[in-house]
């Protein structure tokens, strides 16, 4: 069964610094991968997919990589802002696009 | 409209009410999907169908039971829930089951008194 660990359950940064969260899963037969933000009491907000084929996805200040071998899944915001602070969830789906997700980490940037 | 809608967004209830929740997809999609999300745990997903056809029920207790008339419409008809079914409720929709991006509406907040 895949496990997805996200670590840190929380980080706290001051405003302008580039940071990284961090996504692991257990099983390497993996599909594909996606990066989503959620805000309290909301749903989710696709932010980043990346295929099973695929190494790395780019949007704006966001930078989401992929080593499947590792089980390893990155997440890089540069130049965080006030408005990034929320919950970065990590999903991974299998080949039926089921998704399993880490339990998210708590970002807060400082202005 | 665009995305996908849920309604209602807060529903209390009692344990023997029964009441349903509705999600509406305005992007095309063939695949819909049922996910619970609890204080402190990780999604768990409940429910998926794929072109109007259920095509998996993770092991959810029937006082749920979902409804999928078309491809744009999902429910979740709920009774006699109990107090741990409190959660957020959010429907999700992909492309079809085995290709692409989950996208997701606003959520649901449940509350079984």
């Known amino acids: 069964k895949q496990e997805v660990t996200q670590i840190p359950a929380a980080l706290s940064v001051p405003e302008g610094e580039n940071l990284v969260l961090n996504c692991s899963f257990t099983?390497?037969?993996?599909?594909?991968l996606q990066w989503f933000r959620q805000d309290p009491g909301k749903g989710l907000t696709s932010l980043l997919l990346i295929q099973s084929s695929q190494r790395e996805q780019t949007s704006g200040r966001l930078n989401a990589s992929l080593d499947k071998s590792s089980g390893r899944s990155t997440l890089y915001i540069a130049a965080s802002q006030p408005g990034d602070s929320a919950t970065y969830l990590c999903?991974?789906?299998?080949?039926?696009?089921?998704?399993?997700f880490g339990a998210g980490t708590r970002l807060t940037v400082k202005p | 409209e665009t995305g996908v809608t849920q309604t209602p967004r807060h529903l209390v209830m009692g344990m023997t009410n029964k009441k349903s929740l509705k999600c509406e997809q305005h992007l095309g999609h063939n695949a819909m999907y049922w996910y619970k999300q609890s204080a402190k745990k990780p999604l768990e997903l409940m429910f998926v169908y794929n072109f109007k056809e259920q095509t998996e029920n993770n092991s959810v207790p029937s006082r749920f039971s979902p409804e999928c008339p078309n491809s744009s419409h999902l429910f979740l008809h709920l009774h006699t829930l109990q107090p741990e079914d409190s959660a957020l409720y959010l429907c999700a929709s992909s492309q079809e089951r085995r290709n692409g991006e989950l996208f997701f509406g606003e959520g649901s907040r449940l509350t079984v008194l």
């Open positions: 099983d390497s037969a993996i599909y594909n």
């Open positions: 999903a991974v789906g299998d080949n039926n696009n089921d998704m399993r």
